[in-house]
């Protein structure tokens, strides 16, 4: 488990259970995320990965338990300058190459967010979007449609729009579901610079445990209810996955 100081939790979760219709989706989940924390999250489909991912930063509502950002409770109501402080990427599959939103009106979009919908973007606002831009090596593109992008071009453009909004907190909801290795790999470099670079903390589901376990900091196994919470290199890490994938 994270032996950090209690000074330096950001996302409490104290006895969440979260159920739709009458499954059961997550229960007993206690698990608490550190500032400067990468957090690798994994599991079978259908284990409560993307519940849990959202449940963590009030997306989803727990039927019972409490969620805790910066120690606040959030039930029922998630501050703005919280919610801005949270950059949440989806899972994506490539995007039509037909849509025609460019590179930088998607990373854009973070300013607005941010901004208000009704507010016109400021020569400031544009140049914190081009900077996020460049965070993730993606500015020579600003002005192709994201929809001629790669996988995993396009999913460092969902991470700079995050950037833009100026989050503290990145979390990443199956960022590999549709990349190879190799453009999994580069991901997980960005992040991890990302990380020590611009002090950014990072949850992340993925698949590739190889992966997680070299660049994250804590593996969270869940089925459900989470089998294993600690660190990448302890033993108890293998027999997690095996009781959970077998």
Known sequence: ??????????????????????????????FDVHKGDFIGICGPNGSGKTTLLKTMIGLIEPITGDVKLFGKDVKNN????TRFRFGYVPQI???????????????????????????????EDKEKAMNALELVEMDYAADRPIGHLSGGQQQRVLIAQALAAEAEVLLLDEFDASLDFRMSEEIMEL????????????????????????????????????????????????SAINRIFH
């Open 1 to 30: 488990m994270n032996s950090k100081s209690t000074k330096d939790i950001i996302i409490c979760l104290k006895d969440v259970n979260v159920v739709y219709g009458n499954l059961a989706v997550l229960y007993d989940i206690n």
């Open 78 to 81: 998630i501050p703005k300058e």
């Open 93 to 123: 599959t490539e995007i039509d190459r037909n849509f025609p939103a460019l590179v930088r009106d998607v990373v854009e979009m973070g300013r607005y967010a941010k901004a208000g919908l009704v507010k016109s973007l400021t020569k």
């Open 191 to 238: 992040l991890d610079y990302l990380k020590f670079t611009h002090k950014i903390t990072i949850v992340t589901v993925g698949h590739n445990l190889e992966l997680l376990r070299a660049y994250c900091n804590r593996i969270v196994c869940i089925n459900k209810m989470i089998a294993f919470d600690g660190e990448p290199k302890d033993s108890e890490l293998d």
